[in-house]
T-cell receptor
Framework: GDSVTQMEGPVTLSEEAFLTINCTYTATGYPSLFWYVQYPGEGLQLLLKATKADDKGSNKGFEATYRKETTSFHLEKGSVQVSDSAVYFC???????????FGKGTKLSVIP | DGGITQSPKYLFRKEGQNVTLSCEQNLNHDAMYWYRQDPGQGLRLIYYSQIVNDFQKGDIAEGYSVSREKKESFPLTVTSAQKNPTAFYLC????????FGQGTRLTVV
């Protein structure tokens, strides 16, 4: 079945540092890929998405590129802020499916 | 404002009792979902519904039940058969892009 593997946290960075959170997936066909963010005590919010190979999703300074050849969708941000502290989830939606498969989440803490 | 609303935010249950979590959406979505979130385990799918009066089990449906009598509503009942119900429960709706509620934290006391 479909699966998502993302780097384990927690990740602690200083403000303005570069962020990478790795995500790889296993799926048949051509899934859609997502990054969701969860702030403390809240539900998940969609951060960015990509629907086909080589697509780049971007939002709020975060970027991720759909790499079919390496089955990856790594999340990056050039300069993190304290307000980016949250849990980040990589997810996929299989082709022809409306179900999301999530990674286990990566907790990011940004310190001033 | 369109959105998805879960209630209550916090819920306490005595062992052996059933409890129902509410989920309402006004986004006109056909599909709705219930997930359970435990520390370090990500989100696991409990039940989902793609249309009114129809729903399917997810990966961890044992000890849970749902109904879908209206498009807007998808309540989840945590039954006494659920051995470890303490968790954070998230409801979502949508097709290609999922919208999540704020969650309900259930604690068994």
């Amino acid at each position: 079945g479909d699966s998502v593997t993302q780097m384990e946290g927690p990740v602690t960075l200083s403000e303005e540092a570069f962020l990478t959170i790795n995500c790889t997936y296993t799926a048949t066909g051509y899934p859609s890929l997502f990054w969701y963010v969860q702030y403390p005590g809240e539900g998940l919010q969609l951060l960015l998405k990509a629907t086909k190979a080589d697509d780049k999703g971007s939002n709020k300074g975060f970027e991720a590129t759909y790499r079919k050849e390496t089955t990856s969708f790594h999340l990056e941000k050039g300069s993190v802020q304290v307000s980016d502290s949250a849990v980040y989830f990589c997810a996929l939606e299989g082709a022809g499916s409306y179900q999301l498969t999530f990674g286990k989440g990566t907790k990011l803490s940004v310190i001033p | 404002d369109g959105g998805i609303t879960q209630s209550p935010k916090y819920l306490f249950r005595k062992e052996g009792q059933n409890v129902t979590l509410s989920c309402e959406q006004n986004l006109n979505h056909d599909a709705m979902y219930w997930y359970r979130q435990d520390p370090g385990q990500g989100l696991r799918l409990i039940y989902y519904s793609q249309i009114v009066n129809d729903f399917q089990k997810g990966d961890i449906a044992e000890g849970y039940s749902v109904s879908r009598e209206k498009k807007e509503s998808f309540p989840l009942t945590v039954t006494s058969a659920q051995k470890n119900p303490t968790a954070f429960y998230l409801c979502a709706s949508g097709g290609f892009e999922a919208f999540f509620g704020q969650g309900t934290r259930l604690t068994v006391v």
